[in-house]
Protein backbone atom coordinates (compact mmCIF):
# COMPACT_ATOMS: atom_id res chain seq x y z
CA UNK A 1 0.00 0.00 0.00
CA UNK A 2 1.60 3.58 -1.16
CA UNK A 3 2.11 5.32 1.84
CA UNK A 4 -0.48 8.31 0.89
CA UNK A 5 -2.42 6.11 1.11
CA UNK A 6 -2.00 4.45 4.66
CA UNK A 7 -1.52 7.75 6.03
CA UNK A 8 -5.06 8.85 4.58
CA UNK A 9 -6.63 6.20 5.78
CA UNK A 10 -5.25 6.01 9.66
CA UNK A 11 -5.75 9.53 9.47
CA UNK A 12 -9.66 8.89 8.33
CA UNK A 13 -10.07 5.97 10.62
CA UNK A 14 -8.43 8.16 13.63
CA UNK A 15 -11.09 11.32 13.33
CA UNK A 16 -14.21 9.11 12.88
CA UNK A 17 -13.33 6.88 15.92
CA UNK A 18 -12.66 10.58 17.94
CA UNK A 19 -15.71 12.16 16.36
CA UNK A 20 -17.70 9.21 17.29
CA UNK A 21 -16.77 9.19 20.51
CA UNK A 22 -16.84 12.83 21.17
CA UNK A 23 -20.54 12.84 19.50
CA UNK A 24 -21.56 10.06 21.89
CA UNK A 25 -20.14 12.35 24.84
CA UNK A 26 -21.84 15.71 23.33
CA UNK A 27 -25.28 13.42 22.39
CA UNK A 28 -25.71 12.41 25.93
CA UNK A 29 -25.13 15.79 27.75
CA UNK A 30 -27.18 17.67 25.34
CA UNK A 31 -30.19 14.89 25.95
CA UNK A 32 -30.15 15.52 29.02
CA UNK A 33 -30.37 19.20 29.45
CA UNK A 34 -32.71 19.55 26.87
CA UNK A 35 -34.79 16.54 27.83
CA UNK A 36 -36.75 18.31 31.01
CA UNK A 37 -38.40 20.83 27.98
CA UNK A 38 -39.66 17.92 25.79
CA UNK A 39 -37.09 18.79 22.79
CA UNK A 40 -34.87 16.21 20.98
CA UNK A 41 -31.52 17.47 19.22
CA UNK A 42 -32.85 18.17 16.23
CA UNK A 43 -35.96 20.81 17.59
CA UNK A 44 -33.39 22.30 19.99
CA UNK A 45 -30.64 22.85 16.87
CA UNK A 46 -33.87 24.31 14.67
CA UNK A 47 -34.82 26.72 17.65
CA UNK A 48 -31.18 27.94 18.13
CA UNK A 49 -30.32 28.26 14.51
CA UNK A 50 -34.05 29.93 14.22
CA UNK A 51 -33.21 32.27 16.92
CA UNK A 52 -29.71 33.02 15.40
CA UNK A 53 -31.02 33.45 11.88
CA UNK A 54 -34.32 35.10 12.45
CA UNK A 55 -36.20 34.50 9.48
CA UNK A 56 -34.10 31.46 8.15
CA UNK A 57 -36.08 29.07 5.41
CA UNK A 58 -36.37 25.81 5.72
CA UNK A 59 -32.81 24.96 3.24
CA UNK A 60 -31.03 27.04 5.84
CA UNK A 61 -32.10 25.19 8.62
CA UNK A 62 -31.35 22.24 7.11
CA UNK A 63 -27.77 23.44 6.05
CA UNK A 64 -26.83 24.76 9.31
CA UNK A 65 -28.62 22.21 11.53
CA UNK A 66 -26.25 19.70 9.08
CA UNK A 67 -29.78 17.73 8.24
CA UNK A 68 -31.63 16.96 5.36
CA UNK A 69 -34.46 19.69 4.46
CA UNK A 70 -37.21 16.64 5.56
CA UNK A 71 -35.63 16.70 8.34
CA UNK A 72 -35.78 20.16 9.41
CA UNK A 73 -39.29 20.81 8.04
CA UNK A 74 -40.81 18.12 9.58
CA UNK A 75 -39.46 18.83 13.12
CA UNK A 76 -40.18 22.71 12.56
CA UNK A 77 -43.94 21.72 12.06
CA UNK A 78 -43.71 19.71 14.95
CA UNK A 79 -41.85 22.68 16.74
CA UNK A 80 -45.17 25.45 15.11
CA UNK A 81 -47.61 22.39 16.45
CA UNK A 82 -46.24 23.68 20.07
CA UNK A 83 -46.39 27.27 18.82
CA UNK A 84 -42.92 27.37 19.36
CA UNK A 85 -41.99 28.00 15.76
CA UNK A 86 -43.94 30.61 12.84
CA UNK A 87 -44.33 29.57 9.36
CA UNK A 88 -44.47 32.09 6.76
CA UNK A 89 -44.34 32.95 3.13
CA UNK A 90 -42.65 36.52 1.75
CA UNK A 91 -44.43 38.42 -0.56
CA UNK A 92 -41.59 38.61 -2.77
CA UNK A 93 -40.56 35.47 -2.60
CA UNK A 94 -43.71 32.49 -2.35
CA UNK A 95 -41.31 29.68 -3.28
CA UNK A 96 -39.15 29.25 0.50
CA UNK A 97 -41.13 28.76 3.84
CA UNK A 98 -39.32 30.73 6.35
CA UNK A 99 -39.34 30.20 10.13
CA UNK A 100 -39.11 32.33 13.15
CA UNK A 101 -39.36 32.35 16.67
CA UNK A 102 -42.59 32.81 18.60
CA UNK A 103 -42.61 34.11 22.05
CA UNK A 104 -43.24 31.27 23.75
CA UNK A 105 -40.41 30.29 21.55
CA UNK A 106 -37.77 33.03 22.68
CA UNK A 107 -38.99 32.30 26.25
CA UNK A 108 -38.34 28.93 26.04
CA UNK A 109 -34.85 29.54 24.87
CA UNK A 110 -34.20 31.52 27.76
CA UNK A 111 -35.29 29.15 30.13
CA UNK A 112 -32.93 26.46 28.24
CA UNK A 113 -29.73 29.11 28.36
CA UNK A 114 -30.58 29.17 32.43
CA UNK A 115 -30.87 25.69 33.33
CA UNK A 116 -27.62 24.91 31.57
CA UNK A 117 -25.39 23.52 34.17
CA UNK A 118 -21.73 23.00 32.86
CA UNK A 119 -20.92 20.01 35.85
CA UNK A 120 -23.66 18.18 33.17
CA UNK A 121 -21.11 18.96 30.28
CA UNK A 122 -18.71 16.04 30.06
CA UNK A 123 -16.93 18.13 27.00
CA UNK A 124 -16.52 21.10 29.21
CA UNK A 125 -15.74 19.17 32.36
CA UNK A 126 -12.76 17.54 29.69
CA UNK A 127 -11.45 20.57 28.24
CA UNK A 128 -11.65 22.29 31.55
CA UNK A 129 -8.12 21.03 33.12
CA UNK A 130 -6.54 22.36 29.77
CA UNK A 131 -8.80 25.55 30.57
CA UNK A 132 -7.40 25.32 33.80
CA UNK A 133 -3.16 24.74 32.60
CA UNK A 134 -3.62 27.26 29.82
CA UNK A 135 -5.96 29.81 30.82
CA UNK A 136 -8.21 29.64 27.90
CA UNK A 137 -10.08 26.61 26.26
CA UNK A 138 -8.34 24.65 22.75
CA UNK A 139 -9.02 26.88 20.13
CA UNK A 140 -9.67 24.31 17.81
CA UNK A 141 -8.25 25.89 14.79
CA UNK A 142 -7.31 22.93 13.00
CA UNK A 143 -10.76 21.44 13.10
CA UNK A 144 -12.52 24.74 12.34
CA UNK A 145 -10.81 25.03 9.32
CA UNK A 146 -11.73 20.97 8.22
CA UNK A 147 -15.19 21.83 8.69
CA UNK A 148 -14.94 25.31 6.77
CA UNK A 149 -13.03 23.05 3.73
CA UNK A 150 -16.37 20.47 4.22
CA UNK A 151 -19.29 22.86 4.44
CA UNK A 152 -17.78 26.16 3.11
CA UNK A 153 -17.27 29.75 3.96
CA UNK A 154 -21.52 30.48 4.30
CA UNK A 155 -21.78 27.75 6.99
CA UNK A 156 -18.83 29.21 9.19
CA UNK A 157 -20.09 32.70 8.99
CA UNK A 158 -23.15 31.39 10.12
CA UNK A 159 -21.25 29.40 13.08
CA UNK A 160 -18.99 32.60 13.79
CA UNK A 161 -22.37 35.14 13.63
CA UNK A 162 -24.29 32.29 16.06
CA UNK A 163 -21.58 32.53 18.62
CA UNK A 164 -20.87 36.02 18.28
CA UNK A 165 -24.61 37.06 19.01
CA UNK A 166 -24.70 35.01 22.13
CA UNK A 167 -21.66 36.68 23.46
CA UNK A 168 -23.75 40.14 22.64
CA UNK A 169 -26.55 38.34 24.44
CA UNK A 170 -24.65 37.39 27.67
CA UNK A 171 -22.80 40.79 27.75
CA UNK A 172 -26.21 42.52 27.64
CA UNK A 173 -28.23 40.42 30.24
CA UNK A 174 -25.08 40.93 32.60
CA UNK A 175 -25.14 44.77 31.91
CA UNK A 176 -29.00 44.69 32.76
CA UNK A 177 -28.85 42.32 35.70
CA UNK A 178 -25.42 44.83 36.69
CA UNK A 179 -28.69 47.84 36.49
CA UNK A 180 -31.22 45.96 38.45
CA UNK A 181 -28.88 45.46 41.35
CA UNK A 182 -27.79 49.41 41.36
CA UNK A 183 -31.49 50.36 41.20
CA UNK A 184 -32.50 47.94 43.95
CA UNK A 185 -29.35 49.35 46.43
CA UNK A 186 -30.50 53.10 45.65
Do not use: C
Not at 16 to 33: H, N, R, T, V, Y
Not at 100 to 119: D, H, I, Q, R, V
Not at 123 to 148: C, N, S
Amino acid sequence: MEDHIKESMLFSQRMAQLSKALWKSIEKDWQGWIKPFNLNINEHHILWIAHHLNGATISDIAKFGVMHVSTAFNFSKKLEERGLLQFSKRENDKRNTYIKLTEKGKNLLTELMAAYNPANNSVYQGAAPLRDLYGKFPDILELLAIVRNIYGDDFMNIFEKSFENLEKEFIQSEEENKKEQVENVG
